[in-house]
């Protein structure tokens, strides 16, 4: 799945949902779900598994690349990772040049 940023709020978009729309038991067992590898901490990305519903909510404010993995286990051990990247890079936004002459100036940016 993809984790999708909205530069306009500045942080993502909840993409992810529940997870049985991702992982499938061919025998029709039930998962259970956990987080494996989390974002890095310094990337901005948040996220949550609520394990009884297999619900992960994704949250935060992008400041770096990272990736995680999702795991999803049958009652007899066998399991399913499903890695995603986060390959944001933050970018600096193109202002205009701001003249200021003068003894006393200030800028707040």
């Not at 029709?28 to 310094?42: K, M, N, R, T």
């Amino acid at each position: 799945p993809m984790v999708i940023f909205n530069p306009t709020q500045g942080q993502f978009k909840q993409s992810i949902g529940y997870l049985d729309r991702y992982f499938q038991d061919p025998n029709g067992d039930s998962l259970s779900y956990s987080i494996v590898q989390g974002p890095d901490p310094l990337s901005g990305l948040n996220l949550t598994l609520h394990a009884a519903s297999g619900y992960l909510a994704v949250g935060g404010t992008p400041t770096m690349p990272t990736s995680f993995t999702i795991r999803a286990t049958d009652p007899r051990g066998l399991y399913a990772d499903m890695n995603t990247t986060l390959n944001f890079v933050p970018e600096a936004i193109s202002h205009a040049v701001v003249d200021a002459t003068g003894l006393l100036t200030q800028l707040d940016l």
